[in-house]
Each structure stands twice: as C-alpha cells, then as structure tokens.
C-alpha cells in the first residue's frame, strides 16, 4: 500500500482536492496582510479537521489549495468551513475588506480531484502561479 494513503477509524484513503476559489466580483483585496491572515486561517482550519494542507498560495483576487481531506468529513464541508471563517475574521481585522465587498467570497468554487497526476506537478502549478 501507498505510504501516501491515510486512514481513519473506518477507512483508508487518498483524497487530494486542488480548490481555487475568488473574492467577489473577483476584486483584488486579499492584500496588505490580509492574504498571510488568511493563510493562517486556512492552516488553521485543517488542522482542527485534520486534512493535510499540501500546498497554498493566495494570490490578490483568487486562492488555490491543494489539500487531502477525510471523505468522510468531505472537501465541501471543508471549503465552507474556510471561507466562512475566513471571512469573518479578515473583515473584522481588515476594515477595506467591508467598504470595498457586500460580503469577501463568492458562493462557488473550482474543486478537482489530483488523481494519478504526479503531486509535485500540482505543487509546483501552484507554487509558480505568482510568476504567471
């Protein structure tokens, strides 16, 4: 077996998710500090629902995650549970964030599943997006 492969009480598995996801109106305001504060939430985040946080990069108007999260617990549960908290905290601490934005994200996102494509060539997508 994989040793990539992890595993709960009931399962064994291998769930990696890239997820991008933007504010509204995919304004540029994840800036100034509000994108390492979100970075700190999101880390935060899945490590109280223990899913492995592979890869992040945040960019001014989108966000890309590479994570591996329990099935069980799902990566939509995951995703709302981020932006939601997310939310909440970047606009109490970064008050540009409430007069520019009715609210920070949008209702959707992008979610893929990895698959059998080789990690590091996801990591490394997503490593090199700030070079684009």
């Known amino acids: 077996m994989s040793?990539?492969?992890?595993?709960?009480r009931n399962i064994v598995f291998s769930c990696k998710y890239h997820v991008v996801w933007c504010p509204?109106?995919?304004?540029?305001?994840?800036?100034?500090g509000a994108d390492e504060a979100l970075k700190r939430v999101v880390e935060r985040v899945c490590i109280a629902r223990d899913a492995d946080l592979i890869e992040l990069e945040v960019m001014p108007d989108h966000v890309h995650l590479l994570v591996d999260v329990d099935p069980q617990y799902g990566i939509h549960r995951l995703i709302k549970e981020i932006k939601g908290l997310s939310?909440?905290?970047?606009?109490q601490n970064f008050p540009f964030l409430k007069?520019?934005?009715?609210?920070?994200?949008t209702n959707s996102y992008f979610v893929s599943t990895v698959?059998?494509?080789?990690?590091a060539i996801v990591k490394q997508y997503i490593e090199n997006q700030k070079n684009v």
Not at 3 to 8: A, F, I, K, M, Y
Not at 24 to 32: A, I, T
């Open 115 to 119: 698959g059998d494509a080789p990690l």
């Open 99 to 105: 007069s520019r934005l009715p609210t920070l994200w």
């Open 3 to 8: 040793s990539s492969c992890r595993s709960n």
């Open 87 to 91: 939310s909440r905290e970047l606009r």
């Open 24 to 32: 509204k109106y995919r304004r540029s305001v994840l800036v100034d």
